[in-house]
């Protein structure tokens, strides 16, 4: 799956679930994982900790959250930080939400990152290419390999 696939496909993801902001929850699983090629376990790409009660593995001493799959990595996502996510357009609300948890020497390069995601993707605006993933695998079959 290339880049755009990714996208697009947490993007319907979130937007499916209600997401005001789907492009926020794309570029953030594209950022964290770089387009799902890197993360913690099998389906957590918004590299999101867990606590000891909570389904996990460790690496480097981290707790990492499992998920079961990518709509359960999303749907949790949203969960935990859709309401942190306050403005009128994807960049304010992006700004909002990396204040609400990144300590303020990290805000700059992590929202200069995400602005540069949404526009390689046309996403600004929540504009999104029209891709279409393969139809031939699961999509979350087809990310694993």
Do not use: C
Not at 52 to 59: A, F, G, L
């Amino acid at each position: 799956m290339n880049e755009d696939q990714f996208f697009k496909f947490i993007y319907d993801l979130a937007k499916k679930h209600g997401s005001k902001f789907p492009e926020l929850v794309a570029g953030q699983a594209s950022l964290e994982s770089a387009y799902g090629k890197r993360k913690p376990n099998q389906f957590n790409v918004f590299g999101q900790t867990a606590t000891s009660s909570q389904p996990h593995n460790v690496v480097n001493n981290r707790k990492w959250r499992n998920y079961g799959s990518f709509d359960e990595a999303v749907k949790d996502h949203l969960r935990l930080w859709e309401g942190k996510r306050k403005g009128k357009d994807s960049i304010s609300a992006l700004k909002s939400y990396v204040n609400s948890y990144a300590p303020p020497s990290e805000n700059q390069n992590y929202v200069g990152k995400m602005t540069a995601i949404l526009k390689k993707h046309n996403a600004i605006q929540g504009n999104v290419p029209n891709q279409s993933p393969s139809k031939s695998k699961p999509m979350d079959e087809e990310l694993l390999q």
